[in-house]
């Protein structure tokens, strides 16, 4: 995309940066990225990575992407639980 290249992952890298500071500072950004949820899906995020390509590609072309987020979505978060 024409805005990513003229300065949009640039844009991303400081936000980025500005964030991850953010993080290692006790803080009301470092609490926020303590919420168990957020853990819960850290811990699991390489196992989501793995997963929901596949199953992506599983579903076939041609069909809904709300159809295809409502199977693969439930099914990558169980897949990575239990992984």
Known sequence: ???MARGGF???SV???GIVGLA???GRT???LS???LVW???RSYGIYLLH???IVMMGPGRSPWVVAAVVVPLTVLGAAVL
Do not use: K
Request: proline share 12%; aromatic share 8%; glycine share 4%.
């Open 35 to 37: 919420w168990a949820p």
């Open 30 to 32: 470092s609490a926020a």
């Open 10 to 12: 640039l844009a991303v």
């Open 24 to 26: 290692l500072v006790p």
């Open 41 to 43: 899906i850290g811990r």
């Open 15 to 17: 936000a980025t940066v």
């Open 1 to 3: 995309d024409e805005v």
């Open 53 to 55: 390509w596949p199953l």
